[in-house]
Every structure is written in structure tokens, then in C-alpha cells.
Nanobody, 127 residues
Framework: QVQLVESGGGLVQPGGSLRLSCVAS??????????IGWFRQAPGKEREGVSC????????YYSDSVKDRFTITRDNAKNTIYLQINNLKPEDTALYYC??????????????????WGQGTQVTVSS
């Protein structure tokens, strides 16, 4: 049973930073689930794949809306994926989810979506 547990969300002022974490477990075959990503959904908007990473080689994908402000990294020893968010804007307010699916690389995962989701962590940007 794939499990993804997010943490690190909170209330931040515009211009601030946050680092989200996602601990992954339960993979029956690590070789199948080689990409993990971050998605977000704001009220009244569709879910968006913002950043995904290949846990083997570290290659990444970012949506155009978050390039230059978001950085995704991984620590394979800790089975953890991080999302560093800088220069937060009110429009970044959303529920952020960690997600994965077998046999999908970073771009495909972010663009076409995953099967397995975490519970999400709320990010609110407000003064």
C-alpha cells in the first residue's frame, strides 16, 4: 500500500518561504515508482501539477506558473521529497499534495496526473 505523508504547510506572509516535505513508503517495487511530484488545488480551481522529480536521476519538471520560485529535491536515504517555495504569493494559496504513479516520469506524472495521493498540507499566503 503506497503511502504519502505531507508536512510543512502553514500561514505565510507574501514574499516568505516554506519547505514542504513528503515521506513515501509502501512501494512493492521501487523501480516502478520512480517519479514523485507535488500538486496543488486552490478553491474553485482545478488541481495542478506544479513540480515532479525522478527519484533515480534527479531530473525535474516544473509548471510554467512556478518556475524560478519552486525547487523540488529528494533524499532517497530518507524516502523524502521536498518542495522549497520562495517568494510566496497569495495565488500560491492552495492545498498541496504529494503524489505518484507507476511507470510515469516527472513530466508525464505532472501533466497527466497520478494514481496515489497523500492527504495534503495547506499553504496559505496572506498578510
Amino acid at each position: 500500500q503506497v503511502q504519502l505523508v505531507e508536512s510543512g504547510g502553514g500561514l505565510v506572509q507574501p514574499g516568505g518561504s516554506l519547505r514542504l516535505s513528503c515521506v513515501a513508503s509502501g512501494f512493492t517495487s521501487d523501480s516502478d515508482y520512480y517519479a514523485i511530484g507535488w500538486f496543488r488545488q486552490a478553491p474553485g480551481k482545478e488541481r495542478e501539477g506544479v513540480s515532479c522529480i525522478n527519484t533515480r536521476d534527479g531530473s525535474t519538471y516544473y509548471s510554467d506558473s512556478v518556475k524560478d520560485r519552486f525547487t523540488i529535491t529528494r533524499d532517497n536515504a530518507k524516502n523524502t521529497i521536498y518542495l522549497q517555495i520562495n517568494n510566496l504569493k497569495p495565488e500560491d494559496t492552495a492545498l498541496y499534495y504529494c503524489a505518484t504513479q507507476r511507470f510515469r516520469g516527472p513530466r508525464a506524472l505532472c501533466v497527466f496526473g497520478p494514481r496515489y495521493w497523500g492527504q495534503g498540507t495547506q499553504v496559505t499566503v496572506s498578510s
